[in-house]
């Protein structure tokens, strides 16, 4: 390689100086590496700096954006009133830098590092998706970096204070998700049967624990489980295995809303109309059952925790009304009626009450907030959820509702 | 001009060439070696990525820039160069260990695959390239007891020694990066005499190679054996900073942008698949702070750019203007590559 001269030395400076120009910096700056010790990087008199890595191309490109843009809305609202008022007296803005990662747990570790070195985040929060979760995690808890409101329905996340104590889940889990159709079923009474189609994954592999949860010691009995991947282009010859037991019951377990909408049309054209029960985040009235032309299907259920703004029950709700304005305003680009728009609206807001509940102004002050917050929903989550953070082994938000679409609108059912 | 009127004979130019050129490569190797001890851990992992995506890079230039045959299945090998290290990873096995058998496996893989491929010409063997991360990702993800499906793997390993007083992202900077270097030294090695010449013959033109007594689909499966052990090799290197491996890492577009980098460096260019592998690491940090999440935008209009321009590449662009301006200070009939 040295004979090759000119072109080689050219080459060799070129790399070597945009690598060095790339990262700036020192080692030891603030925040690289923290314990309880160094108190508050990512705080300033007047600004916090939260991170985020989201999907923001590729094929859930549209969920990361809702999501981003949802926080983002949020935030300047939250802004423009003043900021966020905190223990020391201090009002600060909150500055939010995220980054893409196009759902690769590769990049994802990559933005962790740009956050945490470069940009010297407070705090991570939403970072979006299981598997980028998971991959960050191991470094988030050994850095002493808070993960909190991760956008993943899965419970490793909150489940185990002692092993990841920074790290923190927001929403129902898809457990009790599957827990809540279960219990739906088993209180008819009568003997049925239900076929499931999953993720061939965590994130399925909780949607049917919590189905058989539900439906334990009752009449109700599990038919038959296929499974898809989320890049496979149809579910077509699963919905037929599925069809063939000709159960009761058919739990979409799927998180994909172009499969949703085609399973569920499959199985009406093969002539099986069962009782349908769909994944919370993929049962949007205007993303998916209206598309899919799925209104006329007799009995279609999905559960849900928050206000859809494009469910016409709560088109005089505030919270709705604020969501969808500043949304408008601050992120005109994000689709207020994806789910994850709606579950990051909510993670936001519950974001700033923890640090506006924070005793001393420190990462360990935002974990002990977050464990302290107790409230009885209210905002964009429906009646009846409540907000526990102080439960060691759960998510924050408990309780689900299973929900009956009928005339357009997607009605509780007691 | 005449020739008493330049500065120094020809030889003696070439001469001080190499000895300038010996002394930017001590420069920079000490540069190499105190750089972690001075750069973030974010800095020293981008520069870990940029070394292990240099070997595949390269490893996919002994293929298509030297043997010409276009492939797309780089990201195959580097995924099997990234699960077998996660394998030993997780039965506790020596990371010496976990290198050689994704060295090894991907090399399999890769004698499997070329074996029929190598009978396909062109744009039949680039379409059956194609097939093996498309055919590949959903094997990975539905493979879930050795793969861990969908989830991924986390797969921690090589934690700095006592001994070192070195931080984890410090000695996997080292690590990866001496391996590496020691890789782009191997293949070196390997592409002299009458396999680098057997493979410009076979780039050339295979009629004409066969005719002259080339066999050329012995040397076509030893490119591609080559290009899919250093996948595999990369796979392993990646794995050591990143600690986490998934089938979203491997998607079809890891093999195009591997791909585009080799263009834009310069096909058969050693120091093209470093400048390559930068480009394909740092350029989104640089377009995501402008626009976020368009960086395959950016790769494209580069590409266009590097095509239009310096279809050489970077490194023959640069190597093209570096012998004008040298000639320009000498007469016109000496050369002085």
Same mark, same amino acid.
């Given at each position: 390689m040295p004979s090759r001269g000119t072109a080689t030395r050219i080459a060799f400076a070129v790399v070597a100086a945009s690598v060095l120009l790339a990262g700036c910096g020192g080692r030891g700056s603030t925040g690289s590496t923290s314990g309880s010790g160094s108190d508050a990087p990512g705080i300033t008199g007047d600004t916090i700096t939260i991170g985020s890595s989201y999907p923001l191309s590729g094929p859930l490109g549209a969920n990361g954006i809702a999501a981003k843009g949802a926080a983002v809305a949020y935030f300047d609202s939250v802004n423009a009133?003043?900021?966020?008022?905190?223990?020391?007296?201090?009002?600060?803005?909150?500055? !939010?830098? !995220?980054? $893409? =990662?196009?759902y690769d747990p590769a990049k994802a570790v990559q933005n962790y590092g740009k956050l945490v070195d470069s940009d010297h985040v407070f705090a991570l929060f939403q970072t979006f998706g299981t598997a980028?979760?998971?991959?960050?995690?191991?470094?988030?808890?050994? =850095?002493?970096? #808070?993960?909190? !409101?991760?956008?993943?329905?899965?419970?490793?996340?909150?489940? $185990?204070?002692?092993?990841?104590?920074?790290?923190?889940?927001?929403?129902?889990?898809?457990e009790s998700e599957g827990v809540a159709y279960g219990k739906s079923l088993a209180a008819q009474n009568k003997p049925m049967t239900v076929a499931v189609l999953r993720q061939a994954d965590t994130l399925g592999e909780v949607f049917l624990k919590g189905i058989q949860e539900g439906i334990a010691g009752s009449k109700v009995t599990i038919a038959k489980v296929a499974t898809y991947t989320p890049k496979d282009p149809t579910v077509d010859s699963q919905i037929s295995t599925l069809a063939a037991?000709?159960? =009761?019951?058919? !739990?979409?377990?799927?998180? *994909? #809303?172009?499969?949703?909408?085609?399973? *569920?049309?499959?199985?009406a054209t093969l002539g099986w109309k069962p009782t349908v029960f769909m994944a919370s985040m993929s049962s949007s009235i205007s993303q998916v059952v209206e598309p899919g032309h799925l209104s006329s299907y007799p009995n279609l259920f999905t559960a849900s925790f928050v206000k859809a703004p494009d469910d016409p029950q709560w088109?005089?709700?505030?919270?709705?009304?604020?969501?969808?304005?500043?949304?408008?305003?601050?992120?005109? $680009?994000?689709?207020?009626?994806i789910t994850n728009a709606q579950w990051g609206y909510g993670a936001a807001t519950s974001l700033v009450d923890a640090l506006k509940g924070m005793k001393t102004v420190s990462r360990q002050g935002l974990m002990d907030a977050i464990h302290a917050l107790k409230s009885d929903g209210g905002g964009i989550l429906l009646p009846g959820i409540t907000m526990d953070g102080s439960d060691s082994q759960s998510t924050p938000l408990h309780g689900i509702k299973v929900e009956r679409f009928t005339n357009g609108s997607w009605q509780i059912q007691k | 001009?005449?020739?008493?009127?330049?500065?120094? &004979?020809?030889?003696?130019?070439? %001469?001080?060439?190499?000895?300038?050129?010996?002394?930017?490569?001590?420069?920079?190797?000490?540069?190499?070696?105190?750089?972690?001890?001075?750069?973030?851990?974010?800095?020293?992992?981008?520069?870990?990525?940029?070394?292990? +995506?240099?070997?595949?890079?390269?490893?996919? %230039?002994?293929?298509?820039? &030297?043997?010409?045959?276009?492939?797309?299945?780089?990201?195959?090998?580097?995924?099997? @160069?990234? +699960?077998?290290?996660? +394998?030993?990873?997780? &039965?506790?096995?020596?990371?010496?260990v976990g290198l050689l058998l994704a060295v090894v496996v991907a090399s399999l893989?890769?004698?499997?695959?070329?074996?029929?491929?190598?009978?396909?010409?062109?744009?039949?063997?680039?379409?059956?390239?194609?097939?093996?991360?498309?055919? %590949?990702?959903?094997?990975?993800?539905?493979?879930?007891?050795?793969?861990? @499906?969908?989830? @991924?793997?986390?797969?921690?390993?090589?934690?700095?020694?006592?001994?070192?007083?070195?931080a984890d992202d410090q000695w996997h900077y080292y690590v990866v990066v001496a391996i590496a270097a020691l890789i782009f030294l191997l293949v070196h090695n390997l592409l002299t005499g009458r396999l680098s010449r057997a493979l410009d013959l076979l780039r050339a033109n295979e009629t004409v190679a066969a005719a002259m007594g080339v066999p050329v689909q012995r040397y076509k499966v030893m490119a591609f054996t080559i290009s899919a052990a250093c996948g595999g090799a990369a796979g392993w290197l990646y794995l050591v900073p990143v600690q986490f491996i998934s089938p979203d890492s491997l998607q079809l577009t890891l093999s195009i942008s591997l791909l585009v980098a080799l263009v834009v460096g310069g096909v058969r260019s050693p120091t093209g698949a470093v400048v390559g592998a930068a480009f394909y690491v740092l350029l989104p940090n640089v377009t995501d702070k402008i626009t976020p999440g368009r960086s395959y935008l950016f790769f494209g209009i580069v590409l266009l750019i590097v095509l239009l321009f310096f279809p050489q590449g970077v490194t023959g662009g640069l190597r093209s203007l570096a012998g004008r301006l040298s000639r320009r200070r000498s007469e016109p009939t000496t050369a002085t590559e």
């Open positions: 009133a003043g900021g966020v008022k905190m223990a020391d007296g201090k009002t600060r803005k909150i500055k !939010f830098v !995220f980054y $893409d =990662d196009g980028p979760n998971l991959a960050i995690m191991k470094k988030a808890n050994a =850095d002493k970096v #808070p993960q909190v !409101f991760v956008h993943a329905g899965d419970a490793l996340f909150s489940m $185990d204070r002692t092993a990841n104590p920074w790290t923190m889940g927001w929403q129902p889990t898809y037991t000709k159960a =009761d019951a058919l !739990f979409m377990a799927v998180a *994909i #809303p172009p499969l949703m909408i085609s399973g *569920i049309n499959h199985a088109a005089n709700d505030q919270a709705v009304a604020d969501l969808k304005s500043q949304m408008q305003k601050s992120s005109p $680009d994000a689709n207020p009626n | 001009m005449t020739l008493q009127d330049t500065a120094m &004979h020809p030889l003696q130019r070439a %001469g001080a060439t190499r000895v300038a050129g010996f002394v930017v490569a001590a420069v920079a190797t000490v540069v190499l070696v105190l750089l972690p001890l001075w750069a973030t851990p974010f800095m020293n992992l981008q520069i870990s990525l940029i070394a292990a +995506y240099a070997v595949a890079i390269r490893g996919l %230039g002994v293929l298509t820039g &030297h043997a010409g045959q276009v492939s797309l299945a780089q990201s195959a090998f580097f995924g099997v @160069g990234a +699960y077998s290290a996660a +394998y030993a990873v997780d &039965h506790g096995w020596p990371a010496a893989a890769g004698v499997l695959i070329a074996i029929p491929a190598v009978r396909l010409r062109g744009f039949a063997f680039g379409i059956l390239t194609l097939a093996v991360p498309v055919v %590949g990702v959903p094997l990975a993800n539905r493979l879930s007891g050795l793969t861990g @499906g969908a989830q @991924g793997k986390t797969a921690v390993s090589l934690p700095a020694p006592e001994w070192s007083g070195l």
